[in-house]
């Protein structure tokens, strides 16, 4: 049985940084590739960041130089460094590993989210002004 585990999320001040982790277990870590997921109260889930199996990263254009992705294969541990918050970044933070046809690597569509499965329950991250 494959479980996924978010923790990290809080309350911060924008301008501020959080670091969010996500703990796999059920599957064989390192062959899929990893996403970071969220949604605000009345949009869609949106793809925020992604890591191949073999390092190769992508991440949402909202995000980019502010949010570093990385994966701990021998943890089974997937990390969201997050810095310089904005009170637009405030959302529940979901980590899902790649479990469709090409699940080694991201895809162009990965932000869509619909080759990503096995979704934990998630972390809020809140982000004041």
């Known amino acids: 049985q494959v479980q996924v585990v978010e923790s990290g999320g809080g309350l911060v001040q924008a301008g501020g940084s959080l670091r969010l982790s996500c703990t796999v277990s059920g599957l064989t870590f390192s062959d899929h590739a990893m996403g970071w997921f969220r949604q605000a109260p009345g949009k869609e889930r949106e793809g925020v960041s992604c890591?191949?199996?073999?390092?190769?990263?992508a991440y949402a254009d909202s995000v980019k130089g502010r949010f570093t992705i990385s994966r701990d294969n021998a943890k089974k541990t997937l990390y969201l460094q997050m810095n310089s918050l904005k009170p637009d970044d405030t959302a529940m933070y979901y980590c899902?590993?790649?479990?469709?046809?090409?699940?080694?690597?991201?895809?162009?569509?990965?932000?869509?989210?619909?080759?990503?499965?096995?979704w934990g329950q998630g972390t809020q991250v809140t982000v004041s002004s």
């Open positions: 890591i191949n199996r073999n390092g190769g990263i």
């Open positions: 899902a590993p790649n479990t469709q046809f090409a699940p080694a690597w991201c895809g162009s569509n990965w932000r869509a989210s619909v080759d990503f499965g096995y």
